[in-house]
Each structure stands twice: as structure tokens, then as C-alpha cells.
């Protein structure tokens, strides 16, 4: 069921982020966002679990996707994909371009873009840390409606 995540809803976010991210964002982050404007939009089970979120921020004629995370059982299921269908179906018309930016390294969530039609525009060099110290690029790529 996808539903608009509410400051409740935070400590739960987090929890989900450190299961599907390497830096995942916390509570404080998430509560930051949602205080801020931003839509989180949740995916829960049956059980009322979250088993994806998707935070996006509107400026414009423009969103961009800030965060997206499925929880490791999830993942594979149609989860990701369903949820970001969704919430781009529900997008004001006058939205006219969806963005975001990836690591570089994340293969599936590339596959899932570009099966979504996203088209890569860019590149942010060592832009997210990596667990090893070092710096891993950022792909950017948007989505035009």
C-alpha cells in the first residue's frame, strides 16, 4: 500500500535506509525533509512494515528524487519499481522532468531507471563516499514527462 510518510514515521525510515544504504540518511534527516516540504512516500506490507520509501522534492516544473530505499527482502519483487511508477503517475501535469542522481556502481538501480525511461545526462565526479575512505561517482539522469 503506498501511503505519504508522516514524522511518526521516522525512526522506521532510518531503519529502513540502514538496512539498503551504505550512508544511509538517519530519523533526524528524514524528519529535516519532511519538515522542509519535501513528499516521502512509503510502501508497506500487509503486516504494515515499510518495505520501500522515496522522498522527492519539487522545485518548479521539476522533481527530484532525493532518496530511495527497499528494504534487501523486498528488492527483486517489483517493489522499487511499482513505487516509483506510482508516484510519478500521481505527478502534477505541469511537472515536466523527474531527476535524480545514482552511484555510479549501482548497477540494478541503473537497470531500473533506464527501464523506467530515464536517460543518463551527467556525471558528479567522487561524489558519495565509499565505505573504503574513498569516492565514488555520481550518474545523473532524468526522466522527461
Known amino acids: 500500500m503506498l501511503e505519504k510518510a508522516a514524522l511518526p514515521d521516522c ?19 528524514y524528519r529535516d525533509s519532511l519538515e522542509s516540504g519535501h513528499q516521502c512516500w512509503i510502501f508497506r506490507t500487509d503486516q504494515r512494515a515499510i518495505a520501500a520509501c522515496c522522498v522527492v522534492s519539487r522545485v518548479f516544473d521539476e522533481v527530484e528524487v532525493l532518496d530511495v530505499a527497499v528494504a534487501p527482502e523486498w528488492r527483486r519483487r517489483g517493489v522499487g519499481a511499482s513505487l516509483l511508477q506510482q508516484i510519478f503517475s500521481a505527478l502534477p501535469e505541469d511537472v515536466a522532468r523527474v531527476l535524480l542522481e545514482v552511484r555510479a556502481s549501482n548497477r540494478p538501480a541503473r537497470a ?14 567522487n561524489y ?11 550518474l ?3 526522466l522527461y514527462r
Open 140 to 142: 545523473l539522469m532524468s
Open 112 to 125: 531500473l531507471y533506464h527501464k523506467l525511461g530515464f536517460s543518463e545526462d551527467g556525471r558528479r565526479k
Open 11 to 29: 525512526d522506521a525510515l532510518a531503519q529502513l535506509a540502514r538496512s539498503a544504504h551504505s550512508h544511509p540518511w538517519s530519523a533526524g534527516q
Open 128 to 138: 558519495y563516499p565509499k565505505a573504503d575512505g574513498g569516492r565514488e561517482d555520481a
